[in-house]
C-alpha cells in the first residue's frame, strides 16, 4: 500500500505542489543521516504525504532553487490548534535556498510570498522570502496555496511581478487524489463488501455528497436493545449526589425509554436516570459505590481519571472479572485529586456508553478559595448519538462497527438532551466543567459574544489561567472555563467546525446549536466583574510540576507510534480511504466506508519501540518513577486520524508538541494526538497495580487500541 501511495499517487500530487516530504518526529535516520524534531520539512528527505511540509516547486528556468513550506504547530492550551470557526492553525515558514538576486531575473528588488484560497479567490500578503527560513504567520483555511513572487519591492500591496515558486496545501492534495479514484470506484464498489441482511439504510447528512459506496453494511448481525415497553422506565434527568467521607451509594445499569426528536425507543441509563447522578464529593473523600448490573450484557464501571486502587478500575479480565446480568460488585473510591471526572462502562463502549452510561464526578478542593469567583457551576457532558427514523442505528453483535473512524453521532446532546436550555442573569459568572463523553466527536465549544477564561483541565488548574475563544475538547478530555454573560438576551453554545467531505475533498464550516443560554435583564450579585477580568496563576501546580522538570530526560524512555492494519479490505476501498491526513476529522466524511469496516477488518495499533503491539506491550515501572514517553501519529497510514490517548489510574502531563515546548502546565489523564502529529508527556507512576493505555475512541478501543503496564510496589 505504502508502494502505491508513494509512487501511484506521488505523480498525480507533482501536478499540484510538486513533492512533499515526511514530517520527523523525534529523531529518524533518513538517508543514513540524523534529522531532529525541529527539521520537520528538511531537504533531501524521501518526498511523501505530510500534512505539515509542501514542495514549494521553483519556475522550471531556476535550476538550482528548492523550497519547502512548512506548516508548524501553534502553541495552544488544548491538543488541538484550532481557531474559533473551527479551521486548523498553522504558522507558515519558508525554507530557501540557491535563490538568486531578485535584480537577476528583471526589474526586481524583493521576494515576497502570497496567500490564497484554493480558488486563488482571495489574497492575502504574507511578507517578504529569500534564502534560509523566513515566518509568515497564519492563513485562515484548510485549502490553500502559496505563490512566491518577484516584486519591485516589499511594499507592493497585490501581486503583479513574476512568479519564482508556488505551493498547495499538503491538505488539498487529497482533491487530485478523488479525482484520479473515482473511476475505479465506479467500477468496482459493489464488490468491497457483502451487504449483510437486517440492517437498515445508514442514514447520511444531506451535507455530504452521496457515496459512490452506498448500501453496504457490515459484516456482523445487528443489535439492539429489545424494545421493553412499560418494562423499561421512561427516563429522567440526572438527580445530584452531595456525598461525605464513608457514604455508599447504590448504582444500578438498566434500560430505559427516551424520546428524542419525536422517535421513542431503549436506551440504557444508570439510576434510571440520563446522564447517571452527578456525585458531588471533596477531594480526600472515600465512598462505597455498590454496582448492581441489569443489563442484557456484562459490564463493569470504569471511574475515569480517578486515581483509585487498582482492583476497583473497572477493566474487565484484568482488574476484575465482567459484572454479569443479574449481578453485582462493590466499588470503594477514594479522590486525591480535585477536579471534574466521569464514570462509564470498560464492556463494549460503542455499545454500552452510547446507548447513555455515563455521568460525571465532581471532586471539591480541600482547602477551597474563599473569594468568591463566580455565582454558579454547570456540569456539562457533550455528546452525539446516531439515529435514523426509527431510534439508535444498530450496533454489531459481536463485533465493532464504524471501525475506522469511530461512530459519528447526526444528533448532538447535552446531558442528553438535544436541544438543551440554560438560563443566567445580566453579569452572571458561569463556571462550566465541559466533559466529552462521545465514542469520538471531537467538540469545538464557543460561545459567540462571551469569551472564556481557562481555568483547568482533567485532574488539576493550569499553572496560568488564559482566555480562549473556544475550547477544543477530544473524547475522555474534560476542560474548566469561566465565562461572563455581559447583556441580556439570548446566547447560544456553539460547536463550530469544519466539515470535511471526502468525496468532494472539501470543507465547509458548520455550527450546531448545542444550548441555548437566555439572560435576563436582572442583575448577578455580587458583581463579579472585575474579579472576573483578573488571570490568576496557580502556583501549587508550578510547585508540583517543579518538582519534576529539572529531572526529565532529554530523550523519551518510552515511544509509542499510533498507526492502522487493514486485512481483508479491497484495493479499492483502500484507494479511496488513503489520501492526505488531515490533522482532526470533525466529522464522518466517508460514511458509507466508515459505517461497514469492523473490528474484523480495522486493527489500530498501539506500537512500542520494541515492535511490540497493543496487548503485546507490558510495560515494567516501581512507584515513584517518572518516565518521558513519546507519541507518534504516524501520518503514512492508510486513514492517519486523531487518537485521545488515555491512562488509567496515573496522571501526566504534557511536555512538548513537535517540538514545541508546553509553557503552561496542567495534569491529564487523557490528551489528544492529532495525525502526524508527536508529544512527549512526563507520566507520574503513583499507583501500583496493572493498568491499561488505550485510544478513547470507543470503536478503536473495540479494535483493540490498548496497552498494558505494571507498576510495581518500591
Not at 670 to 684: K, N, Q, R, W, Y
Request: glycine residues 8%.
Amino acid at each position: 500500500m505504502r508502494a502505491l501511495r508513494a509512487v501511484g499517487s506521488r505523480a498525480l500530487l507533482m501536478l499540484y505542489v510538486g513533492s512533499v516530504a515526511v514530517p520527523v518526529a523525534g529523531s529518524v535516520t533518513v538517508a543514513g543521516a540524523q534529522v531532529a524534531s525541529d527539521q520537520r520539512c528538511a531537504f533531501g528527505l524521501e518526498p511523501f504525504a505530510s500534512p505539515f511540509c509542501a514542495e514549494l516547486v521553483a519556475s522550471p528556468d531556476l535550476e538550482g532553487v528548492r523550497g519547502m513550506l512548512e506548516l508548524r504547530w501553534v502553541r495552544t492550551p488544548f491538543g488541538v490548534a484550532a481557531a474559533p470557526d473551527g479551521h486548523i492553525r498553522n504558522a507558515l515558514t519558508t525554507h530557501f535556498e540557491g535563490l538568486p538576486s531578485p535584480s537577476s531575473l528583471g526589474p526586481y528588488r524583493a521576494f515576497v510570498a502570497w496567500g490564497y484560497d484554493i480558488t486563488m479567490g482571495r489574497e492575502t500578503k504574507l511578507g517578504s522570502v529569500g534564502n534560509g527560513s523566513r515566518s509568515l504567520g497564519e492563513l485562515p483555511y484548510e485549502h490553500f496555496r502559496v505563490i512566491v513572487s518577484a516584486e519591485s519591492n516589499v511594499n507592493v500591496p497585490v501581486r503583479i511581478g513574476r512568479i519564482v515558486a508556488r505551493a498547495t496545501s499538503p491538505s488539498a492534495l487529497m482533491l487530485a487524489h478523488r479525482d484520479a479514484m473515482a473511476p475505479m470506484m465506479l467500477s468496482s464498489a459493489e464488490a468491497d463488501h457483502a451487504h449483510h441482511g437486517g440492517w437498515p439504510t445508514l442514514p447520511v447528512d444531506p451535507r455530504l455528497a452521496p457515496s459512490m459506496m452506498a448500501g453496504m453494511a457490515p459484516g456482523t448481525a445487528p443489535w439492539l436493545p429489545d424494545a421493553r415497553g412499560d418494562a423499561a422506565p421512561v427516563a429522567r434527568p440526572r438527580e445530584v449526589l452531595s456525598l461525605t467521607d464513608g457514604d455508599t451509594i447504590r448504582l444500578v445499569a438498566g434500560t430505559v425509554t427516551r424520546t428524542i426528536g419525536g422517535r421513542t425507543f431503549t436506551m440504557f441509563g444508570y439510576n434510571g436516570q440520563y446522564p447517571g447522578p452527578l456525585l458531588q464529593v471533596n477531594q480526600a473523600a472515600q465512598i462505597t459505590v455498590q454496582f448492581v448490573n441489569r443489563l442484557p450484557a456484562p459490564s463493569t464501571v470504569h471511574w475515569h481519571g480517578l486515581r483509585l486502587d487498582n482492583r476497583f478500575d473497572g477493566v474487565p479480565d484484568l482488574t476484575q472479572p465482567p459484572v454479569a446480568p443479574g449481578d453485582s460488585f462493590t466499588y470503594v473510591l477514594r479522590f486525591p485529586d480535585a477536579g471534574a471526572y466521569w464514570y462509564h462502562p470498560h464492556v463494549r463502549e460503542d455499545i454500552q456508553q452510547e446507548l447513555g452510561l455515563y455521568g460525571n464526578i465532581l471532586v471539591a478542593k480541600r482547602r477551597a478559595d474563599a473569594r468568591v469567583r463566580v455565582h454558579r457551576e454547570e456540569v456539562l457532558a457533550l455528546d452525539d448519538m446516531l439515529l435514523d427514523e426509527n431510534g439508535p442505528v444498530p450496533f454489531g453483535t459481536d463485533t465493532a462497527t464504524h471501525a475506522l473512524m469511530g461512530r459519528f453521532g447526526n444528533v448532538l446532546l447535552v446531558n442528553g438532551e438535544p436541544s438543551h436550555r440554560m438560563s443566567a442573569r445580566l453579569g452572571e459568572v458561569v463556571r462550566f466543567y465541559l466533559t466529552n463523553v462521545s465514542n469520538t466527536r471531537l467538540f469545538n465549544v464557543r460561545i459567540p459574544g462571551v469569551r472564556f477564561k481557562l481555568i483547568g483541565s482533567d485532574l488539576s488548574d493550569y499553572e496560568r489561567e488564559q482566555w480562549v475563544e473556544s475550547v477544543v475538547i477530544a473524547p475522555a478530555e474534560r476542560y474548566i472555563v469561566e465565562a461572563r454573560f455581559p447583556r441580556s438576551g439570548r446566547f447560544v453554545m456553539l460547536n463550530s467546525v469544519r466539515w470535511l467531505d471526502h468525496m468532494r475533498g472539501t470543507t465547509s464550516a458548520v455550527n450546531d446549536t448545542l444550548s441555548v443560554i437566555t439572560v435576563s435583564a436582572r442583575a448577578a450579585v455580587p458583581d463579579l466583574a472585575s474579579s472576573h477580568a483578573r488571570l490568576l496563576a496557580h502556583p501549587d501546580v508550578t510547585v508540583e510540576v517543579a518538582r519534576y522538570l529539572p529531572a526529565v530526560p532529554e530523550a523519551p524512555q518510552h515511544t509509542l507510534t499510533l498507526g492502522l492494519k487493514l486485512n481483508g479490505v479491497s484495493p479499492n476501498m483502500i484507494a479511496m480511504l488513503s489520501g492526505m491526513a488531515v490533522p482532526v476529522d470533525w466529522n464522518d466524511g466517508m460514511p458509507a466506508m466508515n459505517f461497514p469496516l469492523t473490528a474484523r477488518e480495522v486493527q489500530w495499533t498501539l506500537r512500542d519501540e520494541n515492535n511490540r503491539e497493543n496487548m503485546g506491550i507490558n510495560w515494567q515501572f516501581t512507584v515513584g518513577d517518572v518516565v518521558r514517553i513519546r507519541l507518534v501519529n504516524d501520518p503514512t497510514s492508510v486513514h492517519a486520524m486523531a487518537h485521545p490517548i488515555h491512562f488509567h489510574g496515573q496522571r501526566f502531563i504534557v511536555l512538548q508538541r513537535n517540538g514545541v515546548a508546553i509553557d503552561n502546565h496542567v495534569w491529564k489523564d487523557t490528551a489528544v494526538l492529532p495525525a502526524g502529529e508527536d508529544m512527549d508527556i512526563l507520566l507520574e507512576l503513583t499507583n501500583p497495580g496493572d493498568w491499561m493505555i488505550h485510544c478513547h475512541i470507543a470503536e478503536h478501543l473495540g479494535t483493540g487500541m490498548m496497552a498494558h503496564f505494571t507498576v510495581n510496589p518500591r
